[in-house]
């Protein structure tokens, strides 16, 4: 998916006329890179909420650059987890 560009289309979930107790209109939803993200790491969950995190990974599915600032408390987690992110990336030729 990644390499054939479907995920930066266009996603329509359909209108619920019908729907109760409110009719609902259709949602559009168009993933555009907009610039670069600055993700600010987590003083707990490191691996969770950090380098590889759901910010970083939404940033980078929607095709923006991040810059990571890692949190005092972990700065080498923060290393490790970011060379891998560097290695899969590069291994996988992204």
Do not use: M, W, Y
């Not at 209108?15 to 559009?28: K, N, V």
């Not at 993933?31 to 969770?48: D, E, M, R, Y």
């Amino acid at each position: 998916v990644v390499r054939q560009g479907d995920f930066r289309g266009v996603r329509i979930d359909p209108a619920l006329p019908e729907r109760t107790p409110l009719p609902r209109a259709d949602i559009r939803q168009r993933q555009i890179p907009l610039g670069p993200v600055a993700v600010f790491g987590a003083s707990n969950f490191p691996l969770a909420f950090s380098t590889a995190g759901g910010d970083t990974a939404s940033a980078l599915a929607a095709g923006c650059p991040v810059v990571f600032k890692a949190h005092n408390a972990h700065p080498g987690t923060s290393e490790l987890v970011g060379q891998a992110i560097a290695k899969a990336v590069k291994d996988n030729g992204l």
